[in-house]
C-alpha cells in the first residue's frame, strides 16, 4: 500500500511469519542467540550410546566365486528346463572341486556357453573343469574377459586384457575352437 506520502509499505500477516528463526527448536534458538549454558546436548555424539549390534558391514573377498559362478550358470548361461540336466552336471562338478576360482569359458562375443575352468591364482592358468574346451588355457590364449552382473543377469565386457580374480568368464580367439583331427581315410568307391 501507499502512503500519503509516496512510500511503499507492506503489511505481515501475523500467521506467517518467513523468519528463518520460526524453523528453529528452542534449544538451537537459544545457542543461536548465544545461550550456550541452558541449550540441550541430546544430538551431542558423546550422548548417543556405542552401537553394540551385528556387524552390518561385511569386507568383501575374493575367496572364491563358486556362488556367482553358479548364479550365472543358473540364470543366465543354461537357464531353463531344458538345460537343467546339463546346469545340474556342472554345478555338482563345481561343488567336488576343491578350487576357489571358476571361469566360465564363451564360444564368441554372443556369450554362448562352453565350460566351466578353473583358474590358479600364482600361475593365471585356467585348467577345464567340465564342458567343451581346449584342456588348458594360458593368460595368452584369452581374447576378451567378462564380468557377471547378478542384478542384470548378464555379463559385461571388461576393457583388459589381464586375468584376475575379479573376471567371471572370457573367450578364446576363434582358432583355436578348430580342432586338429588327424586324417581319416576317404572311402574308395564301392565298383559297380
Known amino acids: 500500500m501507499a502512503n500519503d506520502n509516496g512510500t511503499l509499505t507492506v503489511r505481515k500477516s501475523p500467521s506467517r511469519s518467513h523468519s528463518p528463526s520460526?524453523?528453529?527448536?528452542?534449544?538451537?534458538?537459544a545457542a543461536q542467540n548465544g545461550d550456550?549454558?541452558?541449550t540441550s546436548t541430546i544430538s551431542?555424539?558423546?550422548?548417543?550410546?556405542?552401537?553394540?549390534?551385528?556387524?552390518?558391514?561385511?569386507?568383501?573377498s575374493?575367496?572364491?566365486?563358486?556362488?556367482?559362478?553358479?548364479?550365472?550358470?543358473?540364470?543366465?548361461?543354461l537357464a531353463g528346463k531344458v538345460n537343467e540336466p546339463q546346469k545340474n552336471?556342472?554345478?555338482?562338478?563345481?561343488?567336488?572341486?576343491s578350487a576357489n576360482h571358476f571361469l566360465?569359458?564363451?564360444?564368441?562375443?554372443?556369450?554362448?556357453?562352453?565350460?566351466?575352468?578353473?583358474?590358479?591364482?600364482e600361475t593365471e592358468e585356467m585348467v577345464r573343469l567340465t564342458g567343451i574346451?581346449?584342456?588348458?588355457?594360458?593368460?595368452?590364449?584369452?581374447?576378451?574377459?567378462?564380468?557377471?552382473?547378478?542384478?542384470?543377469?548378464q555379463f559385461t565386457v571388461i576393457p583388459s586384457k589381464t586375468m584376475s580374480?575379479?573376471?567371471?568368464?572370457?573367450?578364446?580367439p576363434n582358432h583355436l575352437w578348430e580342432r586338429k583331427r588327424p586324417g581319416t581315410p576317404k572311402k574308395l568307391g564301392t565298383p559297380k
Request: aromatic share 12%; net charge positive; with cysteine.
Open 22 to 29: 520460526r524453523l528453529l527448536s528452542p534449544g538451537r534458538l
Open 133 to 153: 574346451g581346449p584342456r588348458v588355457i594360458s593368460p595368452t590364449m584369452v581374447e576378451s574377459i567378462y564380468k557377471y552382473s547378478s542384478d542384470r543377469k
Open 89 to 97: 552336471k556342472i554345478v555338482e562338478e563345481m561343488e567336488k572341486s
Open 165 to 172: 580374480m575379479s573376471v567371471d568368464a572370457f573367450t578364446i
Open 104 to 121: 566360465i569359458l564363451f564360444r564368441d562375443a554372443s556369450c554362448q556357453f562352453r565350460a566351466v575352468y578353473t583358474m590358479n591364482p
Open 36 to 38: 550456550w549454558e541452558n
Open 62 to 77: 575374493f575367496k572364491s566365486n563358486k556362488f556367482i559362478i553358479n548364479n550365472a550358470i543358473s540364470r543366465c548361461c
Open 44 to 60: 551431542s555424539p558423546a550422548s548417543i550410546p556405542e552401537y553394540t549390534g551385528p556387524k552390518l558391514y561385511k569386507e568383501p
